[in-house]
């Protein structure tokens, strides 16, 4: 497996760099190996599916940088995402959706804890006709249940985010006001 991590954000990536292995723990017990590069077109030439994970706020970015190089022949999982297929204008053999990430889990220092997996998300895909064998190699890749809906909104209206986000930052504005007072960020409005 081979995955891409940006050259500014390698804290985590370090670890799995200096020992080849990704530790997980928690509700999956298990390691394996990765291979973590910052070179996108070595990751895009080692496999035909690719899952993009970078947050919503980084759609665009991520859009731009994958624009350079052809990718005709992959499959694109946009995990979770909302309306992710709308705005990649680009040439690619399918991209799919889901409504929710496979498993709620956080990097710590040696590995990855896993808090919670899920049984089942939603998938979907903006295009009409999908191959068949896009349906096969995406069931080979997750070890959960696939629940393919008839459109991306059907996807996108069954994410939780939406939901769920806005109610734990509003719990959460003053340690998150408190820690923007004390922060070398400058806030503007």
Known sequence: MSIYS???????????????QLRASGKIECSTNLHVTSDRG???EF?????????STGQ???LQKLKRFDLHRHIIIAMPRNLFSPIADMEVRCILETNLATNSCRMEKGGLLVLAKKDLIFIASLQRDIYPAVYDTTQRIFS????????????????????????LMLMNAGRIETQLA????TVTA
Request: one cysteine or more; glycine letters at 6%; proline letters at 5%.
């Open 6 to 20: 940006h050259p500014i954000h390698h804290r985590h990536a370090n670890d799995v760099i200096d020992t080849g």
């Open 60 to 62: 665009k970015t991520v």
């Open 144 to 167: 959960l249940e696939l629940r393919w809906c008839s459109g991306i909104i059907e996807v996108c209206l069954s994410n939780v985010n939406g939901v769920f986000h806005p109610l």
């Open 182 to 185: 004390t922060s070398s960020y």
């Open 42 to 44: 070595e990751v895009i």
């Open 47 to 55: 496999s035909k599916a690719l899952i993009l994970t970078a947050p």
